[in-house]
């Protein structure tokens, strides 16, 4: 598993050479019958609309999408955006397309429910239904969020945010927050700045 812009930055490099670590690592994965999973697929499939203003995309990106289309295997790309935004002509022989929906807030309640740690220190009850109603993120964004609460009430560096003693609802608020605005700000630079 890796993400496309960790192959891409392999390939980005002053070094003329720099562009077989695409190519090895799927020759790798090709030797041990693996599935490929690759997120970030918007560095591939772009947005039709930057192609379209850009008329240009990176040759490093032609390299992935190649060795993407040659590999014998199952390949699995994942990406936050709407198929809409994405140029799919790019991988003319990806098979099938699934969208897979935000959960409904009972299900990202459940799932806030879930992944809450036993063991971890809260300090009272978690408002679950609060941030499964402010928050509509998938369960990947939900773990990362009670990844980071942990990480910050177990001493780790957050600039931004107050290192607590347990995990509150605020705390998973703030963390939310920030995981929120990181998300779109990541979203709305992403692919403008790979066809810059």
């Not at 930057?50 to 990406?79: D, H, K, N, P, R």
């Not at 705390?171 to 992403?190: C, D, F, R």
Request: with cysteine; proline share 4%.
């Amino acid at each position: 598993e890796a993400t496309c812009t960790e192959l891409l930055s392999h390939t980005v490099s002053s070094n003329p050479r720099a562009g077989r670590g695409v190519a090895t690592f799927f020759r790798d994965a090709a030797r041990a019958n693996a599935i490929v999973v690759l997120d970030g697929a918007e560095f591939i499939l772009g947005s039709v609309s930057s192609v379209q203003s850009s008329g240009v995309i990176g040759c490093e990106t032609y390299s992935l999408a190649y060795q993407i289309e040659q590999y014998t295997g199952m390949t699995i790309l994942t990406t936050r955006y709407e198929i809409g935004l994405l140029d799919l002509s790019r991988l003319p022989k990806m098979r099938y397309v699934v969208p897979l929906w935000t959960p409904s807030v009972n299900l990202r309640e459940k799932i806030w429910s879930k992944l809450l740690p036993k063991k971890l220190p809260v300090s009272s009850s978690i408002d679950v239904k609060k941030l499964a109603e402010r928050f509509s993120f998938t369960g990947g964004d939900i773990g990362s969020v009670i990844c980071t609460a942990a990480e910050i009430i177990a001493g780790g560096d957050n600039a931004n945010i107050q290192s607590p003693s347990s995990v509150t609802t605020e705390l998973l608020e703030q963390v939310a927050e920030t995981h929120l605005k990181k998300m779109n700000q990541s979203m709305g630079h992403s692919i403008q700045s790979m066809f810059q």
